[in-house]
């Protein structure tokens, strides 16, 4: 009689086990399904506009996984091909999604929409996000003294990406 019991006991047991570690693997597959859902980017609603001031006003626009230069209006045409020509690069679906991930990740959304400088000798950078239903542009005055990291981040990885080799020149002062 002691034996059945024991013997129950441990079936029970052990269903309860299996039943409770069923549950914690549908759990984990959940917010691996809610991961991998949000990790899939609509390719349409992608697009990043990096324009440049001083001496550069120049634009970079990455619209699905291509990315185009698009010189200042004044240059286009003079001498240096590498920053005068109207210039297209293809990346890879996955370098685009690294790069969207990074932007959301650290709260473009989130940032102010104008960083304003007290100095007279700026350089501006504006970057314009089009995401989904959302559309954020951020202004800095100041591309080097009150700019956010991340606007810095996004014209330099844009840049890198279209393998522009384009250095920034700053103004003096």
């Keep these: 009689m002691k034996s059945l019991k024991l013997l129950l006991f441990l079936l029970l047991f052990c269903l309860f086990a299996c039943n409770k570690s ?4 549908t759990g984990n597959s959940n917010v691996d399904t809610e991961l991998e859902q949000q990790s899939k980017i609509d390719s349409s609603s992608i697009e990043i506009t990096v324009e440049r001031g001083a001496f550069h006003y120049d634009k970079f626009v990455l619209k699905d ?3 185009t230069f698009y010189p200042s209006k004044e240059n286009i ?5 590498d ?10 679906v996955q370098t685009r999604n690294n790069l969207v991930k990074k932007i959301l990740n650290d709260g473009f959304f989130k940032l102010k929409n104008f960083y304003a400088s007290n ?3 700026n350089s501006h950078l ?13 202004i800095s ?9 991340l606007l810095k981040f996004i014209e330099q990885e844009v840049i890198k990406m279209h393998s522009k080799k384009l250095k920034r020149i700053l103004l003096p002062g």
């Design 119 to 121: 100095t007279t000798c």
């Design 77 to 81: 045409g003079v001498d240096n091909s």
């Design 22 to 25: 069923n549950k914690k693997n």
């Design 141 to 149: 005055e100041d591309f080097d003294r009150e700019c956010p990291e």
């Design 65 to 67: 996984t291509l990315i």
């Design 83 to 92: 920053y005068n020509q109207i210039s297209e690069k293809v990346i890879s």
């Design 126 to 138: 504006t970057v314009t996000v089009k995401y989904n239903d959302q559309l954020k542009k951020v």
